[in-house]
């Protein structure tokens, strides 16, 4: 007997995969990277309302559940799809709503919850990386101010930002906050909104989108070494290059699981252990599982002309945004040792 | 290949905490030396114990001892045990391995003579696969079994053949037709009960790296076997024995060989008066945390596709290729931070355990399908997409 837990909807998920086959095409991910947008994959799931699942419907969302809005995420990350759908909806989305701030048109951002913006004096002030921030209609922001914790959506017309990439030429803006508290919008934090909680949700996305592309770049490694041939068969016959094989695959179901039990977790309202753990165990994954696909994948999947890249370069990305790997390793280390020895099977079964 | 997201229903949370407080008060910590996973003490008084427990034999026919429980149940159970250090031994094999299989292609007469004792915690078995010339090839194998009346006559060597010396059966893939008339190696094989006291068996100790004697050789020198203990049918052993490894290798005893020597440096480290947990310490437990999270997760995925009647046998492969890795990796990580230099005897658990855990961590990769093997099993999983073909 299964358990029953919510699962994402079958058809969402295969509707979601058909757009983003056709409108996140190997040239539109190309295109984006020298545009710095992609509207063919920002039309198709804007239109169909997919990038504001999990939002009700009173507040402008499209309604549903996380699960079914990262699972639109995780579609996004498998198609290594150019476009701000968990910034939009998962994060800046979410923000808005939990402060009783109007749901912004259009594509939308926000700051990671671990950089501290500061309200002093009537201004807003700080600096922040942010994805696709030029592109956006607002960002969105926790803020630290004389008040506590405060939301705050800002227009990108009145920062300073500029126009960076990450490592997959997806936008990385630089922005400056320098602007009067007048020009933004401003709310209070509701009492159980936190910036851990901020971040969390910006880590759970990166291990999904991360999910997602992990498992499309295995089966990309099995497709391509079928096809590839030396020494008059397929390069997939030699067991040296199954090995590679295997551990893509491995990596992958590693990435999958940990990524469907982050995500239940904080579906249900907490996931601070599951999503230090399944940042930890992605990442490992990411680092081995791109290895193996690139070293199957031999001279080809090192160039532009081959869509390896489109995954391995977001997988390379993506371990350093919303809280480094690294950072999330040693925290979840540390409330191990405080939980004590007794403590530790019944926490990683937990 | 899918790994099914899942969860523990409120009565399998039950279990696991009632076979946490059993273990607690049965075994309280400090008064017994916890071994290494499935390498733990053989001990027939406490398998008789979880026997009467009805932890033995769980997923087995209620009408032959069992308790028609769930693979998620066996596992809960399993799983604890490990961890514990518990002394599983005895009952291992029989448990994992040669029940389910009797229960699955013996006949009426063998399950009802085997199967009880196995759910008791009093049979035990030992595995009979691998011989001298035949390991990853186990095919090539030559012991052989001739027909003499109503029975088999046979003759070979078997080797690796843990507790052999002092279990009292084991389970012998040998082969019944010459390649020559079967034209290919994995026909003309098959499965035997044989009594490890029967005339003709003669048991050599082998001694193991960190120099325990329960590695065996098993000598059978025209050792007879009647009719009524041929396992399923002649000739089908290849199969059988295959649906036989995929029990061996889809479990917790996969990931959980060195699992308390993490647990133990994590003690020690909180108990040291100076606080020993630096940030050295963090990132390896949250390292390792994280791995053994995932892996049991992926774990109780396998037991309930078993249950939805699912084989798993690629996911098997591939589950305790990488997880048997990580057993090494994880204890090579803890190596390269303690400070202490592992010797004999010891001063401590935790030193005991670091011991016999890198000396015998080569056999993880090894043991039930080597690492080499098991990645050409799981790479017959990966197929080419549509798009792919």
Known sequence: MTAPHAAADPLLVETVGRLLGAAASFEAVEQAEADGWCAPAWDALAEAGFAWISLPESAGGSGGTLTDA?????????HAAPVPVAETGVLAGWLAVAAGLALPDGPATVVPGDVILRIEGGRLRGEAVVAWAARASRVLALVDGPDGLSVVSAAPAVLDVTRRTNLAGEPRDLVRFDVAVSDVELAPAPADLDRDQLLRRGALTRIVLSAGALEAMSQLSVDYTHQRRQFGRPVAAFQAVQQHLVTAAQCAVRASMAADLATRAVAAGDGAFEVAAARVVVDEAAVLGTRAAHQAHGAMGVTREYPLHHLSRRLWAWR?????????????GAQVVAGGADALFPTLTG | MRFELTELTGTERSLQNEVRAFLAAELPRGSFTPGLGMNAAKDPAFSAKLGQRGWLGMALPTRYGGHDRSAVDRLIVTEELLRWGAPVGHHWVADRQSGPVIARFGTEEQKQRFLPGICRGELSFSIGMSEPDSGS???SLTTRAVRD???????????????????????????????????????????????????????RPIPFIDGTADFCEVLLDEVYVPDELVLGQVGAGWTQNTSELAFERGGPDRWLSTYLVVEELLRSAVDAPNG?????????????????????????????????????SLEASLMKEMATRFEQDVLNAVLALTDLEPGLPARSLFEQLLVTATLTAPSFTIRGGTTEILRSVAAKGLQPSARGR
């Open chain 1, 70 to 78: 990262l699972a639109v995420v995780r579609a996004v990350g498998a």
């Open chain 1, 320 to 332: 350093h945004e919303h809280g480094p790997a690294a950072r999330w390793r040693r925290q979840l």
């Open chain 2, 137 to 139: 090839d186990l095919a």
């Open chain 2, 149 to 203: 009346g109503d029975g088999w006559v046979v003759v070979g060597r078997k080797i690796w053949t843990t507790w052999a010396n002092v279990n009292d059966w084991f389970v012998v893939l040998c082969r019944t037709s010459p390649v020559e008339e079967t034209g290919d190696k994995r026909l003309g094989l098959s499965q035997l009960l044989v009594d490890l006291h029967a005339p003709g068996v003669e048991v």
């Open chain 2, 276 to 312: 020993a947990a630096g940030p050295e310490l963090a990132d390896l437990l949250g390292s390792a945390v994280a791995s053994y999270w995932v892996l049991h997760h992926l774990t109780v995925s396998i037991a309930r596709a078993i249950d939805a009647g699912g084989s798993p």
